[in-house]
């Protein structure tokens, strides 16, 4: 019964190299993301997860805006020359998924249950974390290729200018970005440490 998930999780891989074109049609996009958000565990239930697909001019939109506050922090040399290639394959994909956590729900259920005050963020984070992996899991089952990046928090400029220009409450966090679309290339080879010393079966 598990074979299916395990063979998608394995199929899961960081893939920069994306065409701008989606074998997969928008609806079925949406219909994925949407039932992971459904599904997606959260700390007592609170459903703190957001999702904002962008494609096309959208798309375009977001990567320059996320492009224009990163590079200008950077000077001239190799680190500005590496950010660039990969901000422009980045704009160069399909789409992309922006997550959120919305700190309104996580305040709420902080004030719900304050001797859980020192969890909460952590907690919020890994239910983030458990929805970004749904999503990338399930687009790579469906043939696309994704990378998970962090640029959507690069400054508090930024931030300002996505809610903005996406019209989302200002209240949602961002806690990754995910651009995706056909693979024009295979992941990079990857390689693991032994597992048996990163899991443990204990019988007694
Ligand atoms: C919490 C977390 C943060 C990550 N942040 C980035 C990132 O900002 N940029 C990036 O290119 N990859 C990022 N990655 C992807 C990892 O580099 C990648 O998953 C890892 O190298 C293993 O490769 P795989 O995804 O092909 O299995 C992140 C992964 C995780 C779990």
Redesign the pocket.
């Known amino acids: 019964m598990s074979d299916a998930y395990l063979k998608a999780a394995a199929t899961?891989?960081?893939?920069?190299v994306l065409a701008n074109k989606s074998s997969v049609p928008d609806n079925k996009i949406e219909a994925i993301v949407q039932a992971c958000v459904l599904h997606n565990p959260s700390t007592f239930n609170t459903q703190s997860g957001r999702a904002v697909i962008v494609t096309g001019a959208a798309h375009a939109k977001l990567w320059k805006l996320v492009s224009e506050s990163q590079l200008k922090t950077l000077e001239q040399g190799p680190r500005r020359t590496l950010v660039e290639s990969?901000l422009k394959a980045f704009a160069g994909a399909y789409g992309s998924i922006m997550f959120f956590e919305d700190q309104a729900v996580i305040d709420a259920i902080t004030v719900k249950m304050p001797m859980f005050t020192k969890q909460f963020p952590t907690w919020s984070s890994n239910s983030a974390?458990m929805l970004?992996?749904a999503v990338w899991t399930a687009l790579s089952a469906e043939g696309l290729g994704a990378?998970?990046?962090?640029?959507g928090a690069y400054s508090d400029e930024l931030v300002a200018d996505i809610h903005k220009t996406f019209s989302l409450p200002t209240t949602w966090t961002s806690t990754?970005i995910m651009p995706f679309g056909d693979p024009a290339a295979p992941?990079?080879e990857?390689t693991f440490g032994p597992i048996e010393e990163r899991v443990k079966f204990i019988k007694e």
């Open positions: 899961r891989r960081t893939n920069y990969r974390g970004q992996v990378s998970l990046q962090h640029n990754a992941p990079a990857k």
